[in-house]
């Protein structure tokens, strides 16, 4: 199972914010960068935040990401219904030679 | 622009082995390396391994280590991802996916299509 734990599921109405966290330790998010992924149904996984806060080109502002000790949040404002999707962080983690860490991935609904 | 193609569908039977192919154009291929990710039917993302296709060399989860194999042939971009010994466990989606730097970094923005992989008597 997964060492990077987030919350299964996460909703709001359109224009509202939401906020999904997750929970590591020392060895992976205290200590490496954290990444976020959007996963659209039957889609690949798309890069949403890397280096605990930057977008890549082509994501809008709507989405951040934040970092403080062994947690991180992805936060979403101005909800719109093609936000919802399956979101996943992930991490480095040192302790376990090297090995890349996904979280266990929530569901954003949007009412 | 880049492209990431993988090989189709694969029905296995449990004890046999599945190599998924993932044929890289649109980059210099020998100059980001190449993650392997799976998602079982209605669950979440596993990391599997990376592979660096300009030297070859690999790294590969723990879970994984002994039962998977990564391997590149840069003649035609291509990496591939073996898996032996498969149990119904296995079956998944298997993804490759270009890291987002020269250096390792992370699974970025450029991912293959997806491979279902099905292991069944």
């Known amino acids: 199972q997964s060492v990077l734990t987030q919350p299964p599921s996460a909703s709001g109405t359109p224009g509202q914010r939401v906020t999904i966290s997750c929970s590591g330790s020392s060895s992976n998010i205290g200590s490496n960068y954290v990444y976020w992924y959007q996963q659209l149904p039957g889609t690949a996984p798309k890069l949403l935040i890397y280096?605990?806060?930057q977008r890549p080109s082509g994501v809008p502002d709507r989405f951040s990401g934040s970092k403080s000790g062994t947690s991180a949040s992805l936060a979403i404002s101005g909800l719109r219904s093609e936000d919802e999707a399956d979101y996943y962080c992930a991490a480095w983690d040192d302790s376990l030679s090297g090995l890349y860490v996904f979280g266990t991935g929530t569901k954003v609904t949007v009412l | 622009q880049v492209q990431l193609v993988q090989s189709g569908a694969e029905v296995k039977k449990p004890g046999a082995s599945v190599k998924v192919s993932c044929k890289a154009s649109?980059?210099?291929?020998?100059?980001?390396?190449m993650h392997w990710v799976r998602q079982a039917p209605g669950q979440g993302l596993e990391w599997m391994g990376i592979i660096n296709p300009s030297g070859g060399s690999t790294s590969y989860a723990q879970k994984f280590q002994g039962r998977v194999t990564m391997t590149r042939d840069t003649s035609t971009s291509t990496v591939y991802m073996e898996l032996s010994s498969l149990r119904s466990e296995d079956t998944a989606v298997y993804y490759c996916?270009?890291?987002?730097?020269?250096?390792?970094?992370?699974?970025?923005?450029?991912w293959g299509q997806g491979t279902l992989v099905t292991v069944s008597s």
């Open positions: 649109g980059y210099t291929f020998t100059s980001y390396y």
């Open positions: 280096r605990n806060n």
């Open positions: 996916a270009r890291d987002m730097t020269t250096v390792v970094s992370s699974p970025g923005g450029d």
